[in-house]
């Protein structure tokens, strides 16, 4: 019987380590207290439903993006979004989906928890 934190492969022992030996204090990836944060409305064409919209702006401009609402037709869609990121990385970002063709509005309020 393996160890705790061990468990036996076909030829040979494999040691895990704990979440918490990985993401110790000031290391945890989820962290995100100094990021900046903004609420938005988005409204696309239909056209770019199958487009990866969401996955380019989190690899190219760095934000973390968080769907709190959103509905698709057949000509238009709609999301509301938590983003997180540098403020640069969000302006950047903003402006590259009005580029895309996609409307963006800032929520005011808290309407969507």
Request: glycine content about 8%.
């Amino acid at each position: 019987m393996p160890a705790w934190g061990e468990r036996r492969t076909a030829h040979r022992r494999v040691r895990r380590r704990p979440a918490f030996a990985l993401y110790g204090p000031g290391n945890d990836p989820y962290n995100t207290g100094d990021m900046a944060r903004r609420r938005v409305h988005l409204t696309f064409p239909g056209t770019l439903a199958d487009e990866p919209i969401m996955w380019q702006l989190c690899r190219d401009f760095d934000v973390v993006f968080n769907i709190r609402q959103a509905d698709m037709a057949e000509s238009v869609g709609w999301m509301m979004l938590q983003l997180e990121g540098d403020d640069e990385a969000l302006d950047r970002g903003v402006r590259w989906l009005e580029d895309k063709g996609i409307k963006v509005a800032p929520i005011e309020q808290d309407i969507v928890e």
